[in-house]
């Protein structure tokens, strides 16, 4: 009886010791959750501690341009701290894959009523089962491990730049809308101005009441456009600061910046054999799927190593009334009704997928970047055919405004010469807008600035390598 007690007290040991993490319950609150996403303040000092690290000693700018609104959509964006937690289970899945499997302890207990000649009553015992695993399964489970590590992490690099993407998108129409709305309130000006000349004559008797209504109309019109521009000017600063992470209430429209915008600095000439092999080599799905096709070789591998099986070696001491007995015993899997041969196919299969998708997507690349360069290159055509269009109108109103001067033509006569300028000016800006976003939308077909010099992939591993520091309050 004491034997099966100190064998109770045994179990009871290694159990406790084994035990070393504890439950936590972390439920979802969707009130909190809520919350914390209206209250997002950029005073708060993580995000200072944050702004920092990346060179605004005052934790935050007076004048945000783009380079600073990406770091606090990169501090605030759920989708960075998803890839996060995303790469953080491919770390946990590797230490898994590391693992050795843990031998199985029996303690085998059994009561005899035949206790004669001072038999004792009790069989007491110790069995152990040992699994031996073949080396080549456990390299085949690391390897395929340490791929997808790699894969979330270029994934997270990947999402990182995404959303600089999306993020220049809306600064790019924020930008434009400003612009836009420049235009229609110079022209607004100059028609207003234009109306009250022509109200004028017409209480003179030098003109009809039909041009002025005319006049008058197209007045009109223009304050429609400029009410729709002021509704496309407001959902783009609200589509703008809700990417950056900053709270649209507390945040003036004349803290963004853009100085660091110049539409006409683009480049007329860009070599597509240069273009194709930054993009073949180092876009981040190209780099991530690379790493995909890595697993799924070390999956197959791991299922063809699983034709042998593994062995099972179970030692034991058995304290039989007693008689002592040692026993060693060893088990296997036999293959007779199969030798995992559908997992061996499905492996074959899953890795046949990756191929196939990879030479997809660099057909999709090399297609993308031929398309976007050849818009790129219409569009500086009709830039130059456009400026020179544009300096003819410009000199034709200087040659007008000089004649208003000299008293040869009236002012409604400038007037509607500087309006005529303007609309080409209009025109001139949308195509340079339009080179410009045809320049970004290839770097999004690279993922890799065109004419920056640093390295995209090291300025992410040097954001995300202090990822511990980006806390939320």
Request: charged share 25%; hydrophobic share 45%.
């Amino acid at each position: 009886m004491k034997a099966a007690y100190f064998l109770g007290l045994l179990v009871f040991m290694l159990v406790a010791a084994c035990t070393k993490q504890q439950y936590q319950a972390e439920p979802l609150e969707p009130e909190n959750i809520a919350l914390e996403i209206l209250s997002r303040d950029i005073k708060q000092p993580a995000f200072r501690q944050f702004m920092q690290e990346h060179g605004y000693a005052d934790g935050a700018p007076l004048a945000w341009d783009f380079n600073s609104l990406l770091l606090s959509a990169f501090f605030f964006s759920p989708d960075i701290r998803l890839a996060q937690a995303q790469l953080e289970l491919k770390q946990a899945e590797g230490l898994t894959a590391a693992q050795r499997t843990n031998p199985v302890l029996g303690i085998p207990l059994e009561h005899h009523s035949n206790t004669a000649g001072g038999k004792s009553p009790w069989l007491l015992g110790l069995l152990f089962d040992f699994v031996y695993e073949r080396k080549g399964k456990r390299q085949a489970r690391a390897e395929r491990a340490r791929a997808l590590i790699d894969a979330a992490r270029i994934k997270l690099e990947e999402t990182a730049w995404n959303l600089r993407s999306e993020l220049r998108s809306a600064f790019m129409n924020y930008f434009a809308a400003l612009q836009r709305q420049g235009f229609l309130q110079t022209e607004f000006d100059s028609l207003n101005q234009a109306v009250n000349l022509l109200q004028r004559r017409e209480e003179l008797g030098h003109t009809s009441n039909f041009e002025v209504s005319k006049t008058r109309l197209e007045l009109q019109q223009l304050k429609l456009q400029m009410m729709k521009q002021k509704v496309l000017l407001d959902d783009a600063l609200y589509t703008l600061l809700g990417l950056a992470g900053l709270p649209a209430a507390r945040f003036a429209r004349e803290n963004i910046s853009f100085s660091d915008i110049d539409i006409s600095a683009v480049p007329e000439k860009i070599s597509v054999l240069h273009l194709q092999d930054i993009a073949l080599h180092e876009r981040f799905d190209v780099r991530r799927s690379l790493f995909e096709y890595t697993a799924a070789e070390q999956a197959l591998k791991l299922e063809i190593e699983k034709q042998y099986p593994d062995i099972s070696l179970s030692p034991g001491f058995v304290f039989d009334q007693g008689d002592k007995i040692w026993a060693l015993s060893g088990a296997w899997v036999l293959p007779l009704f199969n030798n995992n041969e559908g997992p061996i196919s499905e492996a074959l299969a899953r890795r046949k997928i990756k191929q196939v998708q990879f030479l997809q997507m660099q057909t999709k690349i090399i297609n993308d970047i031929t398309k976007y360069q050849n818009r790129h290159l219409k569009l500086m055509d009709s830039l130059r055919e456009s400026s020179g269009i544009i300096e003819q109108m410009q000199g034709r109103a200087m040659q007008i405004k000089k004649q208003f001067e000299l008293g040869y033509t009236d002012q409604l006569v400038l007037i509607r010469s500087n309006m005529e300028t303007l609309k080409f000016e209009q025109a001139l800006f949308n195509i340079k807008l339009e080179a410009f976003l045809a320049l970004q939308r290839l770097e999004d077909v690279l993922q890799h600035p065109i004419e920056s010099e640093p390295d995209i992939h090291q300025i992410m591993e040097k954001l995300f390598s202090s990822r511990d520091t980006i806390t939320h309050d």
